[in-house]
């Protein structure tokens, strides 16, 4: 490992749209505000433990504050103890945390997302490893999903003195307020969504999660340096000081050996989708497996952190996929499937798998489908731009060797 760049990093423009704006306040780190007044809950005498019944289950009826909102693993149980909210009724986020969206995102079966950050005022991000950054203690991560325009999850991992820990909030139908769920829940297909939408349960977030040296998937240098990343970026973390050791560039690359767009849209696509699984870090539940489908900050800078390179085919993504024969044989001909047949996406297990999903009402299975877990309806757009990629690679790569 190495310490990259030094105080003579570029700086590209950054596009910071307004509402996302929002400067790191030197207010105090956590504390939470309690929920206002008008939430139309008791909160003059809560009893000591009347968020728990006698089985020890939440009783969401009972009343509650934020200094009395802790579950035994130290989350609070509501999400507007969170410090996401400086007024949970009107959903206006405190002013010390900022929204950010990656440039490279996880299909959720058509949800909407909005995703904000918390860093404790005067620390800064450990990214002496570019590619594994170590954040310090008190910062927080928040993943909002909607469906058909109406809050429906929101998910939390923050770094505490102790550790990671992570919960997700179920909101509740007035999206006046959003319980911890730890169980997960199956929402039945509706008129407008013809899939289940599936809650995780609270442990299936670290089958993904666990997949990186932190429990963070999409803030890093790679998702904040490509192109379309907004709000908190690579440049402005860098900018703001935010980062112990700034990269050679804050303007990420993919290489685009086409010239199309197609190479840098398809592996990015496998970064945010399966990279975290599909790693070679020892706690991936994917490390096992031949395709390393995680896109390296280190690769996009060069070996030495100077000059980008200029052809993907040195990129661990495409070297362990294209013209590589996977494990799985196909059970028509015997032979192992290829992970990436250029040309032939239908005869490419990785555009097979992505592009599937179990029959509805059966649970996700690996046999079938890419993601494993939790998803069951196919991001179409993203497994067109596999697709579109492995077609266009034959006029590059005609005949595998
Ligand atoms: C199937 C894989 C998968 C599962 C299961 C999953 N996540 Fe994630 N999650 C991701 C990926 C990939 C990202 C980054 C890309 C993005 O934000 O779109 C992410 C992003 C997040 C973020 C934003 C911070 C970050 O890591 O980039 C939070 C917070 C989060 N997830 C919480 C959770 C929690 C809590 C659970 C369990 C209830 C969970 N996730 C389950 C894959 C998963
Ligand atoms: C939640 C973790 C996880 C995610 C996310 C994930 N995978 Fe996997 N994948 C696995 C595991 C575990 C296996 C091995 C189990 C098996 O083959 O049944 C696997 C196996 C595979 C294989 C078979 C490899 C071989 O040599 O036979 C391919 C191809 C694959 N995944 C592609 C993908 C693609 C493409 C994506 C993203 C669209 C993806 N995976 C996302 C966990 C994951």
Redesign the pocket.
Same mark, same amino acid.
């Given at each position: 490992m190495f310490v990259r760049g030094g105080p003579s990093h570029r700086l590209g423009a950054v596009l910071v749209p307004m509402s996302l704006a929002l400067a790191w306040t030197a207010c105090s780190d956590g504390e939470a505000a309690a929920p206002a007044a008008d939430a139309g809950r008791d909160v003059a005498q809560p009893p000591e433990d009347a968020s728990v019944d006698a089985e020890g289950s939440p009783d969401s009826s009972a009343p509650w504050t934020c200094a009395t909102d802790d579950d035994p693993d130290g989350s609070k149980r509501h999400l507007e103890c969170t410090g996401l909210y400086a007024d949970a009724a009107s959903k206006v986020v405190a002013p010390d945390v900022r929204a950010y969206r #990656?440039a +490279?995102? *996880?299909w959720s079966d058509g949800a909407a997302?909005q995703?904000w950050i918390h860093l404790p005022p005067g620390t800064t991000i450990d990214a002496s490893d570019v590619d594994e950054w170590v954040f310090p203690a008190g910062t927080k991560?928040?993943?909002e999903f909607s469906l058909e325009g109406r809050r429906v999850e929101t998910?939390?991992?923050e770094k505490t003195a102790a550790g990671w820990r992570?919960?997700?909030y179920r909101w509740n139908a007035a999206e006046t307020s959003a319980e911890r769920l730890e169980t997960g829940e199956k929402l039945p297909p509706t008129g407008a969504r013809s899939t289940t939408y599936e809650i995780?349960d609270?442990t299936?977030?670290k089958?993904?999660?666990d997949g990186r040296k932190e #429990?963070? +998937?999409? *803030?890093d240098a790679v998702?904040l340096g490509l192109p379309g990343a907004e709000g908190v970026t690579l440049g402005s973390l860098a900018k703001e000081g935010r980062l112990n050791a700034a990269p050679a560039t804050t303007d990420l690359v993919v290489p685009d050996d086409l010239g199309d767009g197609t190479g840098p849209s398809a592996l990015g696509f496998l970064h945010?989708?399966c990279g975290?699984c599909h790693n070679d870090n020892a706690a991936a539940v994917a490390s096992y497996t031949k395709p390393k489908l995680l896109l390296h900050a280190s690769e996009l800078l060069g070996e030495d952190g100077g000059a980008a390179p200029t052809s993907y085919k040195g990129l661990r993504a495409y070297a362990t996929t294209v013209c590589k024969a996977a494990n799985r044989t196909d059970p028509d001909g015997g032979a192992p499937y290829a992970l990436v047949q250029p040309g032939a996406p239908t005869a490419s297990l990785v555009a097979i798998l992505a592009g599937q999903r179990v029959a509805e009402g059966k649970e996700p299975s690996s046999g079938v489908q890419m993601?494993p877990?939790?998803?069951r309806a196919v991001d179409g757009a993203g497994h067109a731009k596999l697709t579109s990629w492995i077609s266009a690679l034959a006029a590059i790569q005609p005949t595998c060797p």
């Open positions: #990656p +490279l995102e *996880f997302k995703r991560l928040w993943k998910r939390l991992y992570h919960a997700v995780p609270a299936q977030c089958t993904c999660h #429990p963070v +998937l999409g *803030f998702g945010a989708n975290g993601p877990i939790v998803t």
